[in-house]
C-alpha cells in the first residue's frame, strides 16, 4: 500500500491522484526529494567527479515524476519502494546517453585491465594494485581510483530486462527487494562462487565489513564511516581496494 506518511500527505495524494493537481505534485515532489538525493549519493560515489551531482538529482527528480504519474494505488506496495526502482533507472538512464566517462579515464581503465590480466597470467593468481602501478609507472591508490570510477560502467553494460514496468527496464535501475534481483546480485552471479569465495577471502576484515554494509545493508560511506569510526575518505579507499579484487574476479570470467 501507499505509504503516505501523515494526514498532510495523504491530502496531497488524494489531490494529486483524482484531480492531478500539480499544487499538491509540487509539495510530492519536495517531500520525496530525501529518496531522490539517497539513491544520488549512493549512485554518485562511485562515479568520477566530473559528473554532475545536479544533473543526477535532475534525472532522479524525473523518475520520481514518473513514478508519481504511473504508480498504482491499488496493488500491494509501498510508494517508496516504487519510487526507487523509477528513480534509479531514470539515473541509470541519463548517465548511459551521456559521455560521463572522459576518454582520458577510459584509456587508463583498459591500459590496467590489459597489465592485469597479462600479470595474473604470468603469475597465475590475483596481483596487486602496487604490482599493477609499477608496470604502468602509477601508484596503487592510483590504480584503485581509476579501477573504482570505472567499475560503474561495467555494471551499467548489463541490460538484462526486469518482468514488471510500462516501459523498458533492467535490472539495473531496480532495487533490492523480494521480487527482483539487485544490481549487486547480478555482479555476484556474473562469477562463480569459487572464484568470488576465493577474491572474498582475500579482504580484509575491514573490507568485508564495508562491502557487506554498503551492498546488503544498503548504508551510504557516510553512514558506514560513522558507524566504524572511521573517515569517510577511509571507507572510501577501504571500499575502492575490495572493488578491486571484484573487478579482478570479473575480468578473469571475461577472459573465459
Given amino acids: 500500500?501507499?505509504?503516505?506518511?501523515?494526514?498532510?500527505?495523504?491530502?496531497?495524494?488524494?489531490?494529486?491522484?483524482?484531480?492531478?493537481?500539480?499544487?499538491?505534485?509540487?509539495?510530492?515532489?519536495?517531500?520525496?526529494?530525501?529518496?531522490?538525493?539517497?539513491?544520488?549519493?549512493?549512485?554518485?560515489?562511485?562515479?568520477?567527479?566530473?559528473?554532475?551531482?545536479?544533473?543526477?538529482?535532475?534525472?532522479?527528480?524525473?523518475?520520481?515524476?514518473?513514478?508519481?504519474?504511473?504508480?498504482?494505488?491499488?496493488?500491494?506496495?509501498?510508494?517508496d519502494t516504487y519510487a526507487s526502482f523509477r528513480i534509479r533507472g531514470a539515473i541509470i538512464d541519463g548517465l548511459r546517453q551521456e559521455d560521463w566517462m572522459p576518454r582520458s579515464l577510459r584509456d587508463k581503465s583498459k591500459r590496467i585491465e590489459e597489465t592485469m590480466e597479462e600479470l595474473e597470467q604470468r603469475h597465475g593468481r590475483y596481483v596487486s594494485e602496487d604490482e599493477v602501478g609499477h608496470v604502468l609507472d602509477m601508484n596503487g591508490e592510483e590504480v584503485r581510483k581509476v579501477v573504482t570510477e570505472t567499475f560503474f560502467s561495467n555494471m551499467l553494460s548489463i541490460d538484462e530486462e526486469t518482468p514488471e514496468g510500462e516501459r523498458e527496464e533492467t535490472y539495473r535501475a531496480s532495487i533490492e527487494d523480494t521480487s527482483s534481483p539487485s544490481p549487486e546480485d547480478i555482479l555476484v552471479q556474473s562469477v562463480s562462487v569459487s572464484e568470488l569465495a576465493e577474491v572474498m577471502e582475500q579482504l580484509s576484515e575491514k573490507e568485508k565489513t564495508v562491502v557487506g554494509l554498503f551492498y546488503q545493508e544498503e548504508l551510504t560511506l557516510t553512514d558506514i564511516g560513522e558507524i566504524m569510526g572511521l573517515s569517510t575518505s577511509r571507507i572510501s579507499q577501504?571500499?575502492?581496494?575490495?572493488?578491486?579484487r571484484l573487478k579482478q574476479a570479473l575480468l578473469k570470467k571475461e577472459n573465459f
Fill in 1 to 79: 500500500m501507499m505509504n503516505s506518511g501523515s494526514s498532510e500527505h495523504k491530502e496531497w495524494w488524494d489531490r494529486w491522484l483524482y484531480k492531478e493537481d500539480e499544487t499538491a505534485a509540487d509539495k510530492l515532489v519536495e517531500a520525496y526529494m530525501p529518496l531522490v538525493k539517497y539513491h544520488v549519493q549512493r549512485i554518485g560515489s562511485g562515479l568520477p567527479r566530473n559528473v554532475s551531482k545536479e544533473e543526477l538529482i535532475s534525472h532522479g527528480m524525473s523518475g520520481l515524476y514518473d513514478a508519481m504519474k504511473k504508480f498504482d494505488v491499488s496493488r500491494n506496495l509501498k510508494f
Fill in 238 to 244: 577501504i571500499h575502492s581496494k575490495a572493488l578491486f
